[in-house]
């Protein structure tokens, strides 16, 4: 069975920062390009950064370029999202992603909330 699980979310003031964390099980992890989406209210669910299961090449969203950063241990399934300099606007629900094959295998964990408020 596919679990992703994500934590780390959480109130934080401006400026601040959070790391999220994602524990993947059931799929050979290292094969999967791992991603974070997040999703705001009244919005769509959008892209943030992604890391690839080969290479480790990494993308992100120009709106958090500079300030956050993705990473993953494949030792211990699990993906990272580092987040400093978090903004009002930042504020969603961070999504987990799997995907390998050209989204042929595309799994999602339940979400964590990221609030940015003073």
């Known amino acids: 069975q596919v679990q992703l699980k994500e934590s780390g979310g959480g109130l934080v003031q401006p400026g601040g920062s959070l790391r999220l964390s994602c524990v993947g099980s059931?799929?050979?992890?290292?094969?999967?390009?791992m991603s974070w989406y997040r999703q705001a209210p009244g919005k769509e669910r959008d892209l943030v950064a992604g890391?690839?299961?080969?290479?480790?090449?990494?993308n992100y969203a120009d709106s958090v370029k500079g300030r956050f950063t993705i990473s993953r241990d494949n030792a211990k399934n699990t993906v990272y999202l580092q987040m400093n300099s978090l903004k009002p606007e930042d504020t969603a629900v961070y999504f987990c992603?799997?995907?390998?094959?050209?989204?042929?295998?595309?799994?999602w964990g339940q979400g964590t909330q990221v609030t940015v408020s003073s």
């Open positions: 992603n799997a995907e390998v094959g050209g989204r042929f295998y595309d799994y």
């Open positions: 890391i690839t299961g080969a290479s480790g090449r990494t």
């Open positions: 059931g799929f050979t992890f290292s094969r999967y390009t």
